[in-house]
């Protein structure tokens, strides 16, 4: 086999629903040379006997315990041949034409360190929406990240920026801070305006299983980088303040909403008997 020109890192734990859709449209990528890495993180017996059935679909398969999505996308790309890196979780999928396009994006301009696209979120049931990523400089994901996860990078800088951070207190977060460290010294992420990606949210998704721990994760951002967020210190505090009106709001929609008035008004006459007996 010769050298491939991109490496898709598929990293699987549990995602036994899924992986017969993502190989079989992995596989249907267009005119680019290409090998697959399935890293399994660590999955049960039943998810790791459906991955076995499409073994002849997978160029490579690596097993390790369960380490989080940044750790197995760093053990697939260490082992990757590609001169560039494609990212593509099992839940997910991208249209035929992604890795032509965005290859052809990056080779034209060194300028560009990262390549993702418009997207479509959806449950795969009922709801769906399109986003797009703003993209852009550093400037651009100092407070959030303007890019998918699954996305389109060079091996090499992976390399130069030490890959992503395997700290547990960051799972979920990976993603938004290696974009940060790979365009801290200059570039841009490339945003292709095609709806070329779409991301399913569920319960078992990543995103799903992080609500609650989000700020905690975000503080972790700020310290580890805090230089970077000191000589911007002015519009951290704006986008801190933002955030909490934004908080203060969507606390005040729920006390006014019709359903918060009618259980407060069902347990009052509950509140007053508790009330007679302390």
Request: proline content about 1%; aromatic content about 12%; some cysteine.
């Amino acid at each position: 086999m010769n050298r491939p020109e991109l490496s898709i890192i598929i990293p699987y734990f549990n995602s036994g629903s899924f992986i017969e859709r993502t190989l079989k449209l992995a596989r249907q990528q267009i005119n680019v040379d290409f090998e697959i890495i399935v890293v399994d993180d660590g999955s049960d017996k039943r998810n790791k006997e459906k991955l076995s059935n499409y073994l002849d679909q997978i160029d490579l398969l690596l097993t390790q315990e369960n380490k989080g999505q940044g750790a197995a996308r760093n053990t697939g790309i260490a082992k990757a041949k590609g001169e560039f890196i494609l990212n593509w979780d099992a839940d997910d999928y991208f249209e035929s034409d992604f890795c032509k396009k965005a290859i052809q994006v990056i080779k034209n301009d060194n300028n560009v360190k990262l390549v993702t696209s418009i997207g479509n979120r959806t449950d795969g049931k009922n709801y769906s929406e399109r986003i797009i990523p703003a993209g852009g400089t550093l400037n651009n994901f100092l407070f959030d990240n303007q890019a998918f996860g699954s996305a389109l990078f060079r091996k090499l800088d992976w390399r130069t920026v030490d890959g992503y951070d395997e700290t547990q207190e960051l799972r979920g977060f990976e993603d938004w801070e290696f974009y940060i460290r790979l365009l801290k010294e200059g570039g841009i992420a490339y945003v292709l305006h095609e709806c070329l990606f779409t991301y399913f949210r569920h319960s078992e998704s990543t995103t799903s299983k992080i609500k609650d721990t989000r700020y905690n994760k975000r503080l972790y951002i700020y310290k580890k980088h805090q230089e970077l967020y000191k000589s911007n210190f002015s519009s951290l505090m704006e986008d801190t303040f933002k955030r909490l009106e934004g908080e203060r709001k969507s606390r005040s929609k729920i006390i006014e909403g019709i359903d918060f008035r009618v259980g407060r008004f069902i347990l009052k006459p509950i509140r007053l008997i508790k009330s007679l007996f302390n």
